[in-house]
């Protein structure tokens, strides 16, 4: 890896905080030439629980990100977390850290969906922000609680933790769970990877960045054809 990639990076984050309803910036991708559109700049492993309050509703859910190697090192040196140089960061600074991995303030939408019969859930900001060194990562974890508690009863619930930009690959490497109510489980609707390969050359190939460099690119919600949805099964 050339020492200009990180560079690269650190401007796919800025675009990726700023993105919203799939538009991005050509100019920014552009910048980072072919290789920016090729596949995503930072890899996050995702772990999720559902939580059910005590009438056996949805009222939360609690998400934990483990971000890739390379960015947890951008992290590491770039917010100065690591004050003696030994590689590991503090814990107390960390803790100072946390939630701010991300600029929830400037409208972050959390990259995270629960749908409710195909219709989204609204989920209020996040919350109880909690931040830690693990193996070499860096691991964030925080709750959104949905604005009103959900019933599930006769509904589909689908839960997603994507980016529809697809600047941020989240994998769901385990199981999710749920919290606060017997013989539910999240069943895993795995996405057809070649396929959404596919799907995604098609749709940059259709993109004109080189009329005017400063024009944003309405793409669609590309993110969503590498996800995994998973699908509340309770008995």
Known sequence: ???????????AVRLVRAASDGVVCAAGLLFCASE??????????????????????IEAVLVEWTYD???SLLLLEEKDLDE??????EQERLDAFAGRDVDWDAGFPGDFTLTIDGAPI?????????AEWRDERYVTSHIRPLAEPTGIEGHDIVARAYDTTYFVAYDVPGEPGVIGREGCSLLRDEADAEEARA????????????????????LPDIGILFTDAFLLSCD
Do not use: Q, W
């Open 84 to 89: 003696n140089g030994d590689g590991v960061p």
């Open 122 to 130: 609204e989920l209020d900001p996040p919350e109880a922000h909690t």
């Open 199 to 218: 799907t995604y050359g098609d749709l940059l190939a259709e993109v004109d960045m080189a009329s005017d460099p400063f024009d944003v690119v309405d």
């Open 69 to 71: 190697d390379f960015y």
């Open 36 to 57: 920016a559109s090729a596949h995503p700049h930072i890899f996050i492993d995702t772990d999720f629980d559902l939580i059910f309050d005590a009438d056996g509703r």
């Open 1 to 11: 890896m050339t020492r200009s990639a990180p560079s690269c990076r650190r401007l």
